[in-house]
T-cell receptor, first 108, second 114 residues
Framework: KNEVEQSPQNLTAQEEEFITINCSYS?????LHWLQQHPGGGIVSLFM???GKKKHGRLIATINIQEKHSSLHITASHPRDSAVYIC??????????FGTGTRLQVFP | GAGVSQSPSNKVTEKGKDVELRCDPI?????LYWYRQRLGQGLEFLIY????????KSGLPSDRFSAERTGESVSTLTIQRTQQEDSAVYLC????????????FGSGTQLSVL
């Protein structure tokens, strides 16, 4: 069993839909990253969370440390949001473990 | 520099040859990570450096893989006696410290072993 699980693996949405991507982990962590990888491979860090909630534009990330769960929400989705979204947990040992990613496609 | 720089951007090599990949982190970033991504697969942790501490090598897939970093500067990842299964994009990321701040990724080195 992977230490970091993401769901769904693939997600298709219509423009303007509200999107949620989930990440569950089974190890002790000090922080959690949400990353975005566009076709062509470039990876961008979206958020780093250790508690609570963060918001940037149409993106919202939440984390529940007790439940070992984080969610990434996209409001009013747009085709340019199409990408692979990756959850990565920073373990107490400073090792970073990645989820397998969620491939999002948003259609106009 | 403004971002994390990796070189070369592409490397084609023959099976059995050694290759060396380079990562220049953002100045002042003490944490540096190497990952790889095989075609169609997720990111795989390789090695992590934090300042002058001993690196976490737990992700290196075999003893053919090694990495060095002098202080908080450039890092090199060396793959000896390359095999076809080593073909992947090798990515480097840095952050101010492992426990704080965003990760900044380089654009990767596409390694193809023929």
């Amino acid at each position: 069993k992977n230490e970091v699980e993401q769901s769904p693996q693939n997600l298709t949405a219509q423009e303007e839909e509200f999107i949620t991507i989930n990440c569950s982990y089974s190890v002790g962590i000090s922080a959690l990253h949400w990353l975005q990888q566009h076709p062509g491979g470039g990876i961008v860090s979206l958020f780093m969370l250790s508690s609570g909630k963060k918001k940037h534009g149409r993106l919202i990330a939440t984390i529940n440390i007790q439940e070992k769960h984080s969610s990434l929400h996209i409001t009013a989705s747009h085709p340019r949001d199409s990408a692979v979204y990756i959850c990565a947990v920073l373990m107490d040992t400073d090792k970073l473990i990645f989820g397998t990613g969620t491939r999002l496609q948003v259609f106009p | 520099g403004a971002g994390v720089s990796q070189s070369p951007s592409n490397k084609v090599t023959e099976k059995g040859k050694d290759v060396e990949l380079r990562c220049d982190p953002i100045s002042g970033h003490t944490a540096l990570y190497w990952y790889r991504q095989r075609l169609g697969q997720g990111l795989e942790f390789l090695i992590y450096f934090q300042g002058n501490s001993a690196p976490d090598k737990s992700g290196l897939p075999s003893d053919r893989f090694s990495a060095e970093r002098t202080g908080e500067s450039v890092s090199t990842l060396t793959i000896q006696r390359t095999q076809q299964e080593d073909s992947a994009v090798y990515l480097c990321a840095s952050s101010l410290a492992s426990w704080t701040g965003k990760l900044f990724f380089g654009s990767g080195t596409q390694l193809s072993v023929l």
